[in-house]
C-alpha cells in the first residue's frame, strides 16, 4: 500500500484520501489485523471514480490480491470538523455535496490470491443514482475520526473497551470497524447502522460512550476530530463473508 501512495497522489478526480490500517474489534483498539486494510477517498464525480476502478493498475491489483473485498459508496449528510486541517466532506447543504465517497475494505494474503468482486465495466451494472438529502431514510454509515492527544492515550485506550462492548451489543449495527492513519494517536471508526435512530440510540443511550463523550470534552482528548453521516447508495462484495447492506 505505503508504494501506492504516489499514484494516488497524482490520480485524477481523487480529492482527499487516506490508506487506512484496521484493529481486531469492532472499534478503536491496540491491537492491529495485518491482513486487513482500508481505503477512504472522496471523488469529483461518478465518471472519476469509475475510471480509477475500471482502469487503474492500483485497483486492478487490490482486486488481484484480495482474499475478501467490500466496496460502498456513499453520500455524505452531515459532517463536522476536520481530517488534517480539512473538511473532506463538506460543505454539505440541502441539495449539493462533493463528488461520491468510496470505502473500500479488503483482506489478502500473498500466499492465496484470490478474484474479489469484478470491476463495474466486468458486470456492466448501473450504479444506483446518489439519494438526495430528503431521501436519506434507510441504512447510515457513520465515520468517525480523532488526532489523540500524547498525555491522553492512556485514558483513551483504558475507555475503549466498555465502548466496543456497547456497540457489539446494538441490534441496530449492521458492521463496524476500527481504522487509523498512525498507530494509536490517529485513530478512526467506520460503521454502519439500519437507520438513524440506531445512530441516536447509541450515541445518546449507551452509559458507556455517552460517559466517553463527557471527558473528551471535559479533559480534552483531542487536538483534532471529525463526525460525519453518510447515505449509502451502493454496494458490492463482501465483509466477512456478507454484504451488511445486503
Known sequence: MAFDR???HHTEGLLFWRLLGTGRGTSMSLGADLSRWAMLAVWRDEPSLEEFMDRSPIAARWRGESLEAWHVRLRPLTSRGSWGGTEPFGPIDQTQSRGPVEVPLSGSDSHEPMTAPPSRA???????????????RGPVAVVTRASIRV???AAFYRSVAAVDRDLREQDGCLASVGVGEWPLARQATFSL????AAVRSFAYRGAAHRQVIGRVRDEGWYSEELFARFAPYGSEGTWDGADPLG
Request: without cysteine.
Open 193 to 196: 447502522w439500519r437507520d438513524a
Open 151 to 153: 498525555g491522553r492515550l
Open 6 to 8: 504516489p499514484v494516488l
Open 122 to 136: 466486468d458486470t456492466h451494472e448501473p450504479m444506483t443514482t446518489p439519494p438526495s438529502r430528503a431521501d436519506s
